[in-house]
């Protein structure tokens, strides 16, 4: 039976690598990939949307609704991660055996960590801000930011930094990433506009319909960086601790 | 001006009660409840008022994300097809959120909130799926019902981490194949709205392109691999029949109708039926294929102990009838597999929620637990045989129309194996649900066969229970004795053109 599947596999592999034949050559310009809507959204982008950086403009503003679904599947994510491990309190031990256990204190290791979290959050706030102009964004500032309570549950450990950051917490900032992304669509269709149509915001913020549109990706890209950064966060405590957060690195 | 955006706010109602739930209803289940109740009610009474937009208008509705005009953004187009998908998942969703009062507490007493933080994200997946009319998109939305799905499923009883288990590695295939076909789509095309991609896929050289054609299976295989359908159904049984109550109240009816919808959507408006039957030549392979769906199908079912595992292989049968219906290549099968969505939905609902009544209040879940059902619990006993009548296909429950309209269809293909699975299917649901009500009905007596007289005490499921069950019960006749009604003005509308 493995053989057979073998077999499927290598046989439907090699079709897959036949049909390649069909497709336009790598990096063609002529390619519909690249002629087609790309080159509108790099002629226009700008104009429309007064966004230098293309990508974001894209990402955030012409297919904003994938990204606020793409949102939303890091917070389910969490949420399921969440559900499945913390089930009601274990009565017996866990049948980890060979848990890492924590001996002593490390003195260097806190002592770097304490250096660098400072640092690593004011970067990854820049480059939550700086998403609209150069390469960044929510999704990468905020897996900085979640990186930097990790580091701190790595050097310390999980206990001390629930004290700091509770867990309650970090779901709440979660789904409010979430909530800042889907409210600034909702007020955009208060506003007389269509659901995430930034523009409809320039009234209310007394700038041009184009200027609004950099601003409501702005805000858009902090929503993300709430949920990508809790749910990083959220992932970490239940999978280093098996999901009972009382024990584990 | 809000019945203008009413099909965003299908979808947008439960994601932001969704939301609301995980930040605010921490502490209180009763808010929870309320919370997720006001988002189905609110999703309901938008997905109405877009059915009465498409019923009045002719033309189907865009909705334009962002503003934007396609194909440079995301829009949602609703059709005849998509509002009456929309109404009937959203109308069940409904249905389940009231029935979910009392099993939720029961079932998962820890996490009430989250539970319906993921209800709320599983249904706005599922709706967005149906409302959007980009390719991608739907792959995005696609992830978000997997994913809350997995959650769901996999806090069920017994080995349900299990069969989660194997469901996320076949789903995410599937899921995966969906993607790789819209890659293959795009590199082609450069497009991912479906109305564009169907205007250029209709050009002669894209027709007679090998990776178009390889797009279309994978595509294809993808959905199949979601809505179980024959050999790809492994994952189905295990998985839902040990999911809660609750969960496979919801999931059970809506995935697998969803996952049809969308293998419709795809076929016909971004592929086309000249496309699909004319061009590629495996029409006939598909309507075998179903045709062993549902003998399978039946036949397991035919095997089962456990309730709930049963109505699963009927589902797995149910796919096939639709699959079946949609590749006939025949306007009066499209019509009965369309029509069949819709009828089927409510039909697995109303028998899920029979036998979820039935489990929470005896525990159990085979078939024994029915014994002396029509006197202790005469109401459910009740709705369990309206669902069982519709699904044998006993008129006037919408069960019979549906089948009526699929057997025309291959007849007048000529395709009598598609009719005989479907008499043989009718055949074995009878001897099924007869099997349940003999149980049910007659044998109240203890079987050390001194006929002592068993008690059964009269103890009805709560009305919260109750009250949703019986409306999906009417609703099969209702659907039933307006068959004509729906398909003049619903069913004939989606028929793609040329079919």
Not at chain 1, 100 to 127: C, K, S, T, W
Not at chain 2, 62 to 68: A, C, P, Q, V
Not at chain 2, 279 to 300: E, K, P, R, Y
Request: glycine share 10%.
């Amino acid at each position: 039976m493995k053989r057979l599947t073998l077999f499927l596999v290598v046989l439907l592999g090699a079709y897959l690598v036949w049909t390649t034949q069909d497709l336009p050559d790598w990096g063609d310009p002529a390619s519909p990939a690249n002629s087609y809507l790309s080159t509108h959204y790099i002629k226009k982008a700008y104009e429309e949307t007064s966004v230098p950086n293309l990508v974001t403009a894209v990402l955030a503003d012409y297919r904003g609704y994938d990204t606020m679904f793409e949102t939303v599947v890091v917070f389910c994510a969490g949420l399921a991660v969440l559900t499945i491990l913390r089930r009601t309190k274990r009565k017996h031990k866990k049948n980890v055996k060979f848990r890492p256990q924590r001996e002593g204190v490390d003195i260097i290791l806190q002592n770097a960590a304490r250096l660098m979290i400072a640092p690593m959050q004011l970067f990854a706030l820049y480059v939550i801000a700086h998403g609209h102009h150069s390469p960044g964004g929510g999704f990468q500032g905020g897996v900085i930011l979640g990186a930097s309570f990790i580091l701190l549950a790595l050097a310390y450990d999980l206990k001390s930094t629930l004290r700091r950051f509770k867990e309650n917490t970090v779901l709440f900032y979660s789904g409010l990433g979430v909530l800042i992304y889907a409210g600034i669509g909702v007020i955009s269709l208060v506003l007389g506009g269509n659901f995430l149509a930034y523009a409809a915001w320039g009234g209310l913020l007394g700038i041009s319909e184009v200027e609004a549109h950099s601003y409501g990706m702005l805000g858009v890209e902090i929503g993300v960086a709430f949920t990508v950064m809790a749910i990083m966060f959220s992932l970490y405590l239940d999978l280093a601790s098996g999901g009972d957060l009382d024990e584990g690195l | 001006m809000m019945s203008a955006q009413a099909p965003i706010l299908i979808l947008l109602i439960p994601l932001l009660c969704g939301l609301a739930i995980t930040l605010v209803a921490q502490k209180s289940k009763n808010l929870a409840f309320f919370l997720i109740l006001i988002g189905m009610i609110g999703s309901f009474s938008a997905a109405c008022s877009t059915l009465i937009q498409v019923l009045q208008g002719s033309a189907p509705i865009h909705y334009r994300l962002g503003g934007w005009p396609p194909p440079f953004g995301i829009e949602l187009v609703i059709d005849h097809l998509n509002a009456m998908v929309l109404f009937i998942v959203s109308g069940s969703a409904l249905l389940t959120a009231v029935y979910s009062r009392n099993t939720v507490i029961v079932e998962i007493p820890d996490r009430v909130h989250h539970y319906y933080t993921l209800y709320a994200l599983l249904v706005s997946g599922l709706l967005g799926m149906v409302a959007t009319g980009d390719a991608f998109n739907l792959y995005v939305l696609l992830e978000i019902s997997a994913l809350s799905s997995y959650a769901l499923l996999a806090r069920g009883r017994g080995l349900a981490y299990l069969s989660t288990f194997k469901y996320i590695i076949i789903g995410t295939i599937g899921a995966s194949f969906y993607l790789l076909g819209v890659g293959y789509l795009y590199i082609k095309t450069g497009t991912l709205n479906m109305a564009d991609l169907s205007q250029m896929l209709a050009s002669p050289d894209m027709k007679e392109s090998v990776s178009i054609k390889t797009g279309f299976v994978l595509i294809i295989i993808g959905v199949w691999v979601k809505m179980g359908f024959f050999p790809l159904h492994g994952w189905l049984p295990n998985c839902y029949s040990r999911a809660s109550t609750t969960t496979s109240c919801l999931i059970a009816p809506l995935m697998t109708k969803v996952s049809i919808y969308v293998m419709i959507r795809l076929m016909f408006s971004v592929f086309s039926v000249d496309y699909v039957f004319n061009t590629l030549q495996f029409q006939q392979a598909v309507v075998w294929m179903a045709c062993i769906a549902i003998v399978a199908g039946s036949i397991s079912a035919l095997a089962q102990q456990d309730l709930k595992r049963m109505l699963c292989y009927i589902v797995l049968a149910e796919v096939g009838y639709m699959v079946g219906g949609v590749w006939l290549m025949n306007s009066n099968g499209f019509a009965g597999a369309v029509y069949h969505i819709m009828s089927d939905v409510m039909m697995t609902l109303c028998l899920f929620m029979a036998v979820g009544a039935v489990i929470y209040k005896t525990g159990d879940s085979s078939l024994e637990s029915m014994r002396g059902i029509f006197r202790k619990m005469p109401v459910t006993a009740t709705a369990f045989l309206i669902g069982g009548f519709s699904i044998i296909g006993i008129p006037p429950t919408c069960g019979f129309f549906s089948k009526w309209y699929l057997i025309t269809g291959a007849v007048e293909t000529g395709q009598y194996h598609f009719m005989i699975a479907l008499l043989f299917s009718s055949l074995v649901n009878a001897v099924l649900f007869f099997r349940i009500i003999e149980i049910g009905f007659f044998n109240r007596f203890d079987d050390s066969g001194h006929g002592i007289h068993q008690k059964f005490e009269f103890s009805e499921a709560p009305v919260m229970m109750l009250a949703p069950m019986l409306i999906c019960a009417a609703s099969l006749l209702v659907i039933g004795l307006y068959t004509s009604f729906i398909l003049r003005n619903i069913v004939q509308w989606t028929i793609p053109a040329g079919l």
